[in-house]
Each structure stands twice: as C-alpha cells, then as structure tokens.
T-cell receptor, first 115, second 114 residues
Framework: ETGVTQTPRHLVMGMTNKKSLKCEQHLGHNAMYWYKQSAKKPLELMFVYSLEERVENNSVPSRFSPECPNSSHLFLHLHTLQPEDSALYLC??????????????FGPGTRLLVL | GENVEQHPSTLSVQEGDSAVIKCTYSDSASNYFPWYKQELGKGPQLIIDIRSNVGEKKDQRIAVTLNKTAKHFSLHITETQPEDSAVYFCAASKNTGTASKLTFGTGTRLQVTL
C-alpha cells in the first residue's frame, strides 16, 4: 500500500447523475493531484493542489469540480459527464514545495464508466 | 510544455533475459525522471527515479541511465521474472516552487514469458 486511498474503486453513472470521488493520503504530504488515465493515452494531469490551494487546472471541463478541504483529503465532484469521460481516475500526493521531494505516490484509482 | 516519448509500446522477453525501455523528453529544464510500474487493477507504483545530477542509478535488478545532452533516459531490468510483467511509465518534471508536475510517457507493456 502506498498510503493513498481512493473510494469508490468502481463507479457507473448516467450522464445526468452527480457523484463524487474521494482521495485520502496518510503520508503527511502537502500536495495532491488528480489524473485521468484512458486507454492508449498518457496519464493526463487534471488538477494540482498545494497546501489546499489549487495551483494547476489543465483546461479541464467544468463538469469536473475538485475540492481540497484539507491537506489529507481531495475530492472530484462529477456532474453531467459524457461517455468519453469513462476512464481510470488516479489520485496522487507528494511532499510539496517543488523542491527535490517531487516523488508522487498514487492511489489505486477509481474506474469510472459513464453510460 | 514538456513532451515525453516512450518506446517500445509493447515488449515481450523470456524469463531471465534483460528488458530495456527508452524515453526522450523535450524540456531541457526537466531535472527529475521517475519510473512507475502499474499492475492490473492498481495505481502506478514508483520503482526507481533519477535526478539530473547523476547519470546512472541502480537498485538490485533495476537500473536507470540518463543522458542530459541527448535528453533521453532508459530503464533496464535484468534477469526478468514473470512478476515483472506490467505496464511501465517514464515521466519527467522540473522544480516549480509549489508542487511537482509530471509529464508521462504513453507506457510500455512488458510481458515476461516462461
């Protein structure tokens, strides 16, 4: 185990549903990340939070809404998704500070299917 | 922005043979290069990393080499075992002052056959 947990592990939702993905890290890190992993594509960085402040938003559609209430928890709120949003959503954390401690530790991911 | 290319996309080796995966990057300011292994149903797990102030790093059967001039780095796995079968990702990043920003390659599916 890496110290990063994600729930749920699997999620099926319709295009009109609203759901949330949860990530929790037990490593004392200050930075957290959301990635999207689709078949045959590189991992796509979606959002970065450092000390609970969003520092990166990689042109992600507004139907994805992140929330970081504290340095240990990260949420991804989903609404009116499209079938092409079906993918594995990965959460990661790192020490933060942008220095040499850049190692990111990943959770197991949430497999999302949008019908 | 940074662009990372990874080859090959699939690699099949016999148990005991060596496997080599190669990556190139575009941003000369990148200074940190991790390698991740992803098994089925799991998230990527860091297996080895290298920083730009060294040219080679080894950890048991795994080694990584870095050529900053040519902007490429490689993963070497010796004496491969069936449990090495997985998808391997390279990545590159640079200091940002707040949090790291990794750019990943497209992955290499390694199959170790008996």
């Amino acid at each position: 185990e890496t110290g990063v947990t994600q729930t749920p592990r699997h999620l099926v939702m319709g295009m009109t549903n609203k759901k949330s993905l949860k990530c929790e890290q037990h490593l004392g890190h200050n930075a957290m990340y959301w990635y999207k992993q689709s078949a045959k594509k590189p991992l796509e960085l979606m959002f970065v939070y450092s000390l609970e402040e969003r520092v990166e938003n990689n042109s992600v559609p507004s139907r994805f809404s992140p929330e970081c209430p504290n340095s240990s928890h990260l949420f991804l709120h989903l609404h009116t998704l499209q079938p092409e949003d079906s993918a594995l959503y990965l959460c990661a954390s790192s020490q933060g500070g942008g220095g040499l401690q850049e190692t990111q530790y990943f959770g197991p991911g949430t497999r999302l299917l949008v019908l | 922005g940074e662009n990372v290319e990874q080859h090959p996309s699939t690699l099949s080796v016999q148990e005991g043979d060596s496997a080599v995966i190669k990556c190139t990057y575009s941003d000369s300011a990148s200074n940190y290069f991790p390698w991740y292994k992803q098994e089925l149903g799991k998230g990527p797990q860091l297996i080895i990393d290298i920083r730009s102030n060294v040219g080679e790093k080894k950890d048991q059967r795994i080694a990584v080499t870095l050529n900053k001039t040519a902007k490429h780095f490689s993963l070497h796995i010796t004496e491969t075992q069936p449990e090495d079968s997985a998808v391997y990702f390279c990545a590159a990043s640079k200091n940002t002052g707040t949090a790291s920003k990794l750019t990943f390659g497209t992955g290499t599916r390694l199959q170790v056959t008996l």
